[in-house]
Every structure is written in structure tokens, then in C-alpha cells.
């Protein structure tokens, strides 16, 4: 389950110092750009009950690892409606919605 409270939402608190409030659906492009700046998300981690992730999943990450990716031309597509408005403190809206999906039918172009 995601988010960091593994609730199922991007929610945060004081103990979310990474703030995982961004809603993405991940692609191939995104979890590799993730790996390469030292945040491997696809590697299972059950001591956090992560169960590592594939393109298609979506996930609550971190704001500032999905502005690097956004600056880096790797952005993963976001869900507005699960994405929690903290994130506006660092990311514009206008940036979060050209990234704009609902969740899709279709997971296959995300690989």
C-alpha cells in the first residue's frame, strides 16, 4: 500500500520529511532516471513494507525527486485527485498539469 503512512494516500506530517505527496503512475524512464540519482524504487524492501515497483504502478513519491525527474526530462505522469496540495509548495500547478492523467485503462505504453 502507498504513501508514506502506507495508507493509501499521499497524506504527510511531521515525519514525512521527504514529503511523498505526489500521485504517479511510474514508467520505465521515471524508475530508471529514480535509480540513477540514488532512490532505487523498483528493488522490493519489505523491512517498509515496499514491495518495490513496475511501470503502470502508481505511487506516492517524493516532490523534490519528482521536480529533479521533471527538470531531468523524466517526469513520471501524475493523478491530480491523489496528489496532496503540500506539493504546491514546491511544485507549480501549472507544471503538475501538463503531467496531468487519470489513472489508465492501458498500462502497456508505460513500459
Known amino acids: 500500500m502507498t504513501g508514506f503512512y502506507r495508507d493509501g ?3 504527510t506530517g511531521p515525519e514525512d520529511v521527504g514529503s ?3 500521485c504517479a503512475v511510474v514508467t ?3 524508475l ?3 535509480r540513477s540519482i540514488g532512490n532505487d524504487l523498483s528493488t522490493p524492501m519489505p523491512v517498509y513494507r ?3 515497483l513496475v511501470p503502470g504502478d502508481r505511487w506516492c513519491v517524493t516532490a523534490r525527486n519528482w521536480l529533479r525527474a521533471h ?3 523524466a517526469a513520471a ?3 491530480l485527485a491523489a496528489t496532496h496540495q503540500n ?3 514546491l511544485i507549480p500547478l501549472t507544471v503538475l498539469q501538463q503531467y496531468s492523467v487519470d489513472v489508465p485503462t492501458d498500462l502497456s505504453g508505460l513500459e
Open 9 to 11: 494516500c499521499c497524506s
Open 20 to 22: 511523498h505527496t505526489i
Open 28 to 30: 520505465a524512464e521515471f
Open 32 to 34: 530508471e532516471h529514480q
Open 50 to 52: 515496499f514491495p518495490g
Open 71 to 73: 527538470q531531468d526530462g
Open 77 to 79: 505522469p501524475v493523478v
Open 87 to 89: 506539493v504546491l509548495e
